[in-house]
């Protein structure tokens, strides 16, 4: 007496929700004895598909039990049910199920890859199951190469490739011609006498006589239940044999790298056969990535080029400024500054020369036309000093500057608003009131970080003082340092004198080398702002990823249900789906990259005055995060794919 191996118990299943239920197994007691052969008849749509799911565990049921070589497979979790149909039943389809990129060869040794088998027994054991079912020519042939008869072989050895103790065949033959389908049953009845318990589903009485037992289903019930022939013996032998073989699997972490290996192999089969789709998805993350890479590139290109700049001016210069520190409100309180100082300055050993300026807002006037402007009281040192030409006319002598003459120096934007039309020098202008001669005019160009609308006079500074304004102290002293001295002994040094003659530190310095930090804290957070709009279309790529993945796993849904019916865990399925959003990142981020840096290159030859400089820390960050978008905006696609529910994954074409 052979042994019961499946058990379904008063077994109900209703589809749809509350409104439009249907119960479609209406209370189905069965039990399955191992070695049987045992066909399932019916009409259309009584329920033969659905009892054939739920037996093989791609769908549960709603009520009622079902026990699986005596244990319940009612508390089962996906992932259980899924080690269930990968290493005891075998799935035969009527429509075949193959996957279409993968060829015969390897679309059999799909269970096993999910069962973590060793690559060359894999190989080897797929080899023997084709041959044996004489299709040893078509090894390397895809599905569309195939007949539909040669195609439902290539099944019948898939089912058989993880033992396939319990082959479920649903309708083996019904796409099949007769002569094709007469081959299936004589394969599975022969499968049958080797042991294998073969469950069949069929409308055809011709093949139902092949079994030993016919049950008869109408409307989800059982009708009869006939026993034709007596079970042969089973011959437990083979399969036990065969199951020896099967449990030479690797070891956990073998079994990670090759599962691994294998689903990279798939993903990348997978995207090559969507070229055009892979290449649009890429598209975003390229553009992306190659936007922060070139943007990161010219900000660096710019700062350098700005401090170079600085640096070649040579100017090696400390201004003082009354105050405690930039921007102190209470600065004009601090009267102490003045000509002795500056006299004192002078005097240290490593100066070149010291400019004072006085600075007062004021009004200018020429005939009818007038406007506000700067008004600078400077020494006859401070255009040489912060590096602005005369265009016209002569600057002061440094007799002038201590003189008190009514002379000024005009910038361009001064002669441009009053003297539209005719020449400035030698005419005379109104300064607050004062008339005073033009010397000379500036050229139009760009001073320091002064805005450059503003009109700016400068008048010697003693006639700034004592005509203009009337005012005892200085507003700054720049000091420009020898060379070959160091700024911070200078500064030290000049800082120690002046404390001295002040009693207290009342004033403060800047040397160009913080003005020199400053720039490069500024270009630093200019590079974060621009990087920061490129990482916004680096985000718009990845939404592009995630778009495309949702459409591809909508697409592939059928292909996921395959992959769960022999065996894919949710992990698997997972997995899959990761790697390949990850590959598209990486690979677009890789791509990004060289397209930023050839252009690069390009752009050095045809415009050597853009400059731009690539660090290896913007390209490692790109691609850092182009592989975290794949993982991060593939997580959701790859997810939704993994919680098909296998059936309904499959049902979908
Ligand atoms: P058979 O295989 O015997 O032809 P099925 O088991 O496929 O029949 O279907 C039995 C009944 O259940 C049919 O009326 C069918 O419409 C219904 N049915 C099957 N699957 C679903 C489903 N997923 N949702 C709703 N109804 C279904
Ligand atoms: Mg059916």
Known sequence: MSQVILELKDIK?????????????????LSIKKGELVAIIGPSGSGKSTLMNIIGCLDTPTEGSYLVGGNNTFNLKSDDLATLRRDFFGFIFQRYHLLGHLNAQENVQVPAVYACEDKEIRSERSKQLL???????????????????????????????????????????????SKSGAEVMKILTELNAQGHTVILVTHDPKIAAHAHRVITIMDGQI????????????????????????????????????????????????MVSNRLRTLLTMLGIIIGIMSVVSVVALARGASENVMSRISSMGTNTITVMPGLNMGDMRSDKFRTLNEMDLEALKGMPFVDSASPTVTTSG???????????????????????????????????????????????????????????????GKHILVNGRPITVVGVLKDEQVGFRPNDQLCVYVPYSTLMCRVI???????????????????????????????????KDFFMRSSDTIMKTISDTTGTFTVLISSIAVISLIVGGIGVMNIMLVSVTERTREIGIRMAVGARQADIMTQFLIESVTVCIVGGLLGILLSVSLGSLLKVLMPMIPLSFSMASVVAAVVTSSAIGVIFGYMPARSAARLNPIDALARE
């Open 13 to 29: 299943k209703s589809f749809g929700d509350k409104s439009n239920r249907v119960e479609v197994l209406h209370g189905i007691n």
């Open 131 to 177: 041959s044996r079912l004489g299709l040893e020519e078509k090894l390397l042939n895809r599905p569309n190469q195939l007949s539909g008869g040669q195609q439902q072989r290539v099944s019948i050895a898939r089912a058989l490739m993880n033992g396939g103790q319990i082959i479920l065949a649903d309708e083996p033959t019904g796409a099949l011609d």
């Open 223 to 270: 009708q009869s239940d006939v026993e034709n022939k007596d079970i042969p013996d089973a011959t437990d032998k083979v399969i036990e044999e065969q199951n020896g073989k099967l449990n030479q699997k690797l070891n956990s972490m073998q079994a990670f790298f090759d599962r691994f290996s294998e689903a990279y192999v798939m993903a990348l089969r997978a």
């Open 363 to 425: 009004h200018v006037q020429n005939g009818n036309k007038d406007a506000s402007a700067s008004i600078y009281g400077v020494s006859d040192d401070y255009f040489r000093v912060n590096g602005m030409h005369i265009e016209q006319g002569r600057k002061f002598t440094s007799f002038e500057t201590i003189n008190r003459p009514q002379i000024c120096v005009i910038d361009y934007n001064t002669k441009k608003e009053l003297f539209p039309h005719t020449s400035a020098v």
């Open 470 to 504: 009337k005012q005892r102290y200085l507003s700054s002293i720049t000091v420009r340092i020898k060379d070959g001295f160091s700024t911070a002994v200078a500064q030290a040094q000049m800082e120690k004198l002046l404390k001295t003659r002040h009693g207290r």
